[in-house]
């Protein structure tokens, strides 16, 4: 599993756009990339519930995304969302609903107004933080 999430400076405002833009809803996507934790590609997708305090991916949309995913010759390297009036850490409920322990998790908080974000490692429960690297363009 990579220790580290690596985006572009244009992906990561593309993600922050996409939690602006649900708020006071959370918002949720998926990005995929290489095995190292570099994004390739980040979609940006609805959440089903239309909830400000949890999140779930339509199924269809999810199959969808996987499929292409491996069209492309990509792998799931994280799985994000937004915490409109909280912090950037996993809820008790991101933890019971943390499918994927290959995957990274990428919470954008928005309750101090701008965007701030943390990435995270969950496994049968356990959180444990990993990096989160931002290049130029
Ligand atoms: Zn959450």
């Excluded at 974000?117 to 990096?131: K, L, M, Q, T």
Aim: net charge negative; charged share 20%.
């Amino acid at each position: 599993m990579p220790a580290a999430l690596s985006l572009t400076r244009a992906q990561l405002g593309s993600i922050y756009d996409h939690a602006l833009r649900h708020r006071p809803e959370e918002a949720c996507g998926i990005l995929a990339g290489d095995a190292d934790g570099s994004v390739q590609r980040v979609f940006r997708m609805e959440n089903a519930e239309h909830s400000s305090t949890f999140y779930m991916m339509d199924s269809q949309e999810q199959f969808q995304v996987f499929d292409q995913i491996e069209q492309d010759g990509l792998q799931l390297v994280a799985i994000f969302h937004s915490h409109p009036h909280s912090p950037a850490y996993p809820s008790a409920r991101d933890c019971e609903l943390a499918f994927y322990p290959d995957a990274l998790y990428m919470i954008v908080s928005l309750m101090d107004g701008r965007p701030a974000s943390r990435v995270f490692s969950i496994r049968d429960g356990a959180v444990e933080e990993a990096w989160l690297l931002v290049s130029g363009e």
